[in-house]
Every structure is written in structure tokens, then in C-alpha cells.
């Protein structure tokens, strides 16, 4: 986790930062840190309204060990 410090550094860096996460980490996701992450983006995205959003993952060979549990973590946080 990010200190404060290390937040205004990023932020004063021109990098937009997310709030700190005010979700509940659930233990039933097959990666909790990443299923998380994906809940907090859908959070930040749609804290103004729902949208039509869309999604983009890597369909050739690469290893992707984030995005599948990052994309599992938006269709919870969405479906509640």
C-alpha cells in the first residue's frame, strides 16, 4: 500500500491517484489484491453515473496474470 508521501509524489507527478480503496476485500475471489484493483476502477469510472464501459484484455500468448482477475473483480463490483 501506498504511504501519503509516496501518494503526493505520484500525484504531484501528474498521475491522477485513486482514492484510497473504500471497498471491503473479499476473500472468495481467486486473487483478492487484483479482484480489488478491478472493483476500484469500476468504482472510479462510474462514481458519476453509469456508462457503457468496455472492456480490453490480451487474446494472443502473453502471460496476463492480472487482467483476468482485474476483469472478475468489475463484473462483481457491477452485478453487486
Not at 6 to 33: F, M, N, S
Not at 55 to 80: I, M, N, T
Amino acid at each position: 500500500m501506498c504511504g501519503d508521501e509516496q501518494r503526493h509524489r505520484i500525484a504531484a507527478a501528474g498521475t491522477r491517484v485513486i482514492p484510497k480503496a473504500r471497498l471491503v476485500r473479499r476473500r472468495d475471489e481467486p486473487d483478492p489484491t487484483n479482484a480489488q484493483i478491478g472493483r476500484i476502477q469500476l468504482a472510479e469510472v462510474t462514481g458519476d453515473g453509469w456508462r457503457r464501459l468496455v472492456y480490453a484484455g490480451l487474446v494472443d500468448k502473453r502471460s496476463d496474470p492480472f487482467g483476468p482477475p482485474r476483469l472478475e473483480g468489475v463484473r462483481r463490483e457491477a452485478h453487486g
